[in-house]
């Protein structure tokens, strides 16, 4: 079992930046790929960017450019640094992990194996 917490939420105004933070516990962090995705209201979830235990990253058209994902390893975080942000970019912001063989990035809501609870990002225009 694999719990994740996010943090960091919060309103910003458009153009402003936020740091979303993600602490993992219960297995083997460092052998896992995470990510992060959004949900806002009336919309399904939808992939942002992911990062392989080695350091790969994979971004989303939408968030190229603006957003950056990272890791440590050894405390067990997934960081999301926001820059640029938009009205658009208003959503709930989760945190997810894969273990399972042969995933490389949690690309899609089907290949995540947890999820967070999720952090509220609200940017106003």
């Known amino acids: 079992q694999v719990q994740l917490v996010e943090s960091g939420g919060g309103l910003v105004q458009a153009g402003g930046s936020l740091r979303l933070s993600c602490v993992a516990s219960g297995r083997t962090f460092s052998s896992s790929a995470m990510g992060w995705f959004r949900q806002a209201p009336g919309k399904e979830r939808e992939f942002l960017a992911g990062?392989?235990?080695?350091?790969?990253?994979l971004y989303a058209d939408s968030v190229k450019g603006r957003f950056t994902i990272s890791r440590d390893n050894a405390k067990n975080t997934v960081d999301l640094q926001m820059n640029s942000l938009k009205y658009e970019d208003t959503a709930v912001y989760y945190c997810a992990t894969v273990y399972r063989p042969g995933v490389i990035f949690p690309a899609a809501p089907g290949l995540v194996d947890y999820w967070g609870q999720g952090t509220q990002v609200t940017v106003s225009s």
């Open positions: 990062i392989t235990w080695s350091g790969n990253t």
